[in-house]
C-alpha cells in the first residue's frame, strides 16, 4: 500500500472524526443563533488581489495560490474575514445594522503543521458590523464564552485575556519612541508570558532605548489589573473602553472568565481596540479562539472606518482540549431499526417498511443479498441496532412482522399496518 499519497497538514475524516466535529459545529451553531446570528458563507476560492489588500504581499507566503486557465491570480481561503468584508461591501447600504454574521467555514493555509495547527481547519467565525459601543465587544467575548460552556467546558478549563489596542498605543506614545522600535516593543510584549524572564530581559536591553523608555517598558508589563494605578491614571480612550468593557461583563456573570491581560496584542495594524485571546488554564496549548474590534475592516471597500468586531476559533485546538478532558461523545454507529427477512419472497413489503419509518425519521438498514438470519441478527447486534423487524413468511401472510427489543431481548408480534401506511 503506498503511504505518500496523503497531503501533509491535511485530515482524513473518517466517520469518527467528523462524528466529534459535527458535535463542535452543532454547539457553534446552536449557541450563534440564540445570540441573533444568521449564518453565511463565501467561496473557498478568492482572488489573491483580496488577501493582498487585508495583510500585504506578505500573505502569499501563507496561501496556497495559483493562477487558473484563465490567467487570474487565486487563492484558496486561509480565513473568511476578507471574504466577509467584500461581501457586506456589496449590501452594507442596504441591509438592518449592526449586522451579525456567523460563518463555519472550512480553511486553508500553507504553514508548517505543528502541535494544535494544521493545514486544514475548520474556523467558527462570530462578527458585529455596524455597532461601536462596548456591548458589541461584551456580547462578542460572551458567545465565545458560552459556545465553550456549551461544550461542557468551565472556568477551571479556560480564560479569556483583554486588552486594548487604544491603550496600548497611548500608553507608549508618551515615551516618544520610534516606530520601528515600537513595532519591536509590541513583540516583546507578545512573547513576555511565553518566556522566561530574563529573555524578555535581553530582548529590552537589545534595544535602542534610553534609560526613560525601558522603565516605561517595564512598567506597561507590570500592570496586573485595571485597578492597578498604572492603569487608572492612563485615563485614555483605550482604558476608558477597557473599563466600560470590563462593567458589562460583569453585568453578563462573565467576571470568571476574563481578565485584563497587557500581554495581548495580536495583529499590530488589522486590531482598533478591543483584542482578546482565550486560552486553556494550563496554557500547555496554543490559542483556542483570538479576536477583537476592527474598525478598518470595511475601509478598502466602502472608503471610511466602520465599527467591526468578532473573533475566530479554531476546530483543532479547541478538539484536542476537549478529547484529553473527556467531553467529546464517543463514537458509535447506532440505528433505529434492523429489518431482517427470511427470504427474498418478502422483499417487497420490507422494502415499503423500510421507506415508511425513514420517513418518520428513523435511521434504518438490512442486507442487500439475503442471508441466514442468524447472521443478520448478527449484523444487526454489531450496527448497534435498537430493534430488530423480522419478516417471516407465516407472519406477512397474516398481516404482522416480529419485533425484537434488542436491548431485553423481547419478541412481540406487530401488525404491519403500524408500519405502512399509505
Known sequence: MRDNLNVKGMRDYYPELMAKLNHIFNVWRKTALAYGFEEYDGPILETLELYRLKSGDEIVKQLYNFTDKGGRELALRPELTPTLARMVSKVYNEIQKPIKWFSIPRCLRYEKPQKGRLREFFQFNIDIIGEKDELADAEVIAVAVDSLKNLGLTANDFIVKINNRDFVSSFFNRYNIDEKNIFKIYKIIDNARKVPQSVTDEAIRSLSLNSEQIDGVY??????????????????????????????????GLENYCIFDPTIVRGLDYYTGTVFEIYDRSEKMRAICGGGRYNRLLQEFLGKEVPACGFGMGDVVLGEILDSKGLLPPYSKSIDYFLARISDEELGIMLRVASALRRDGKRVEYVYRNQPVKKQMAKASKLGARYVLIFGPDEVRNGMVKLKDMETGEETLKELSEYVRD
Open 219 to 252: 512598567k506597561y508589563l507590570s500592570i496586573r489589573s485595571i485597578d492597578d494605578d498604572s492603569f487608572l491614571n492612563e485615563n485614555s480612550e483605550g482604558s476608558n473602553s477597557l473599563l466600560r468593557l470590563f462593567e458589562m461583563i460583569g453585568k453578563m
